[in-house]
């Protein structure tokens, strides 16, 4: 299990971060916690989910295209 803890100044901020890591398989853990430095939230991501995602973004082997003659 990996964890991570985004901190930003405001929930706009914090929302724009915590966005940007869920295509990397991140998922939310608890709450948005308010502090004086503003605002942080919880994530939590499986190893076997970051193997997923890493198998996803591979390129797929390209089929063969076929060529077709124009006959004019």
């Not at 964890?3 to 869920?22: H, M, R």
């Not at 709450?31 to 004086?36: K, S, V």
């Amino acid at each position: 299990m990996e964890y991570n803890i985004v901190v930003a100044p405001n929930l706009e901020t914090l929302a724009t971060e915590v966005a940007v890591l869920f295509p990397q398989g991140w998922k939310l853990k608890g709450g948005i916690i308010e502090h004086a430095g503003g605002y942080s939230q919880q994530l939590i991501r499986k190893a076997s989910d970051k193997l997923k995602q890493k198998q996803n973004q591979m390129p797929a082997p390209r089929a063969k295209q076929r060529r077709t003659k124009w006959i004019e």
